[in-house]
């Protein structure tokens, strides 16, 4: 595989990929310069990153504040026994480490805000969603529309599943063109307030895998313009088709939100402890 | 017959049931079949001025009624009505 600059123990742990049509070489190469934020490291994050790590995506962040507590173990396959307690970036990165040496793994031990939103997202070619509430979804869908970077969505509740990519810029759909306003707080339960299906995030979050790897080594058909909804209890998957709202206030036609606001406001929340926005 | 799909988020006000079949020409309709059968279903679909509330999506076919006729979009015989909530877990 010359041409490439691969090692011989990559030639071999990549093989795979590079004898695949469609990856091939310069499928890996790309894998292997690209740079993917993880936003959260819980029950989407997992397998996200542990599949970006195996297929060797060159650098990958995590972002997440959190502690890992007894009840993530159930679905979030990055966090062992041994590491409640602790930083989930932290143990994150080891099980990414322990998957592949290779990976350079950037961590972010904070909460995702509108003052360090643009700098985190900026250091990454893709963007991928894997936060557990509203407030953060607004804000990484306008901060990675701002950006010009595309963002992979999904999103889980009990047995069911979202998935889609928003490309950045007019034309393609963007989170708010897709829900415009959020819903009023204690509208929707989380998963610790309703329970959560442990296999569920595994499904969703290896799908948004699927969609940025295939983003990187440009084959496929992205699934843009399109949501894919999963039910596991009844075992279907449809799509429906995504529209891109020229009234959108981010990626439409005349946008009226052009920097970061307050998403707590904006969901109708009190601010955060210690939050500058 | 039109088979409306029930978000899990709300099958605690269907019994359970993931599809209902109701009986309508438009969504409206359908809707407001479904409502009858199951009352509980009402607040969480429309606002007190009856509209639907911003953060649901419905989708008749593979298609969002935001971009067709909103409630007076019709769903043929035999077609399906999707009800998609926000839901924001990871």
């Known amino acids: ?277 | 017959m039109i088979t409306v799909r029930i978000p899990s988020a709300m099958r605690g006000l269907t019994d359970g049931a993931a599809h209902v079949e109701v009986e309508g020409m438009t969504v409206r309709e359908a809707l407001d079949a479904l409502v009858v059968r199951h009352p509980a279903l009402g607040a969480r679909l429309f606002d007190d001025q009856g509209k639907v509330r911003r953060f649901v999506n419905l989708y008749v076919g593979e298609d969002d009624i935001r971009f067709s006729e909103g409630l007076d979009t019709a769903v043929p015989e035999g077609g399906t009505l999707s009800i998609l909530p926000a839901v924001a877990g990871g």
């Open chain 1, 1 to 277: 595989m010359s041409g490439f600059g691969f090692s011989e123990e990559q030639v071999l742990r990549y093989s795979r990929h590079i004898i695949l049509p469609h990856v091939g070489g310069a499928g890996q190469r790309k894998l292997l310069d690209a740079k993917v934020l993880c936003v959260g490291a819980g029950g989407l994050g997992s397998p996200i990153a542990m599949y970006l790590a195996a297929a060797g995506v060159g650098t990958i962040g995590l972002l997440d504040f959190d502690r890992v507590d007894l009840t993530n173990l159930q679905r979030q396959l990055l966090h062992d026994t041994d590491d409640v307690g602790r930083p989930k970036v932290e143990s994150g990165m080891e099980r990414l480490r322990a998957i592949n040496p290779g990976v350079d793994v950037i961590t972010h031990d904070t909460m995702l805000t509108s003052a360090n939103a643009m700098e985190i997202l900026s250091g990454y070619d893709i963007v991928v969603d894997g936060s557990d509430n509203f407030p953060v979804r607004y804000l990484v869908n306008d901060a990675a529309q701002m950006l010009g970077k595309p963002l992979v969505y999904g999103s889980i509740f009990q047995f069911e599943g979202q998935a889609t990519v928003f490309l950045p810029g007019q034309e393609t759909p963007c989170y708010r063109c897709l829900f415009p306003q959020p819903p009023p707080p204690g509208a929707v339960p989380s998963c610790s307030e309703a329970g959560v299906f442990g296999v569920l995030p595994g499904i969703v979050g290896s799908i948004q895998a699927v969609e940025a790897i295939k983003l990187i080594t440009g084959i496929g058909t992205p699934l843009v313009g399109r949501l894919l909804l999963f039910d596991a209890l009844e075992m279907e998957f449809t799509t429906v088709k995504l529209r891109w709202d020229p009234e959108c206030p981010v990626c439409g036609k005349s946008p009226t939100v052009t920097e970061l606001i307050d998403y707590e406001a904006f969901c109708g929340l009190p601010p955060r402890l210690g939050e500058i926005v």
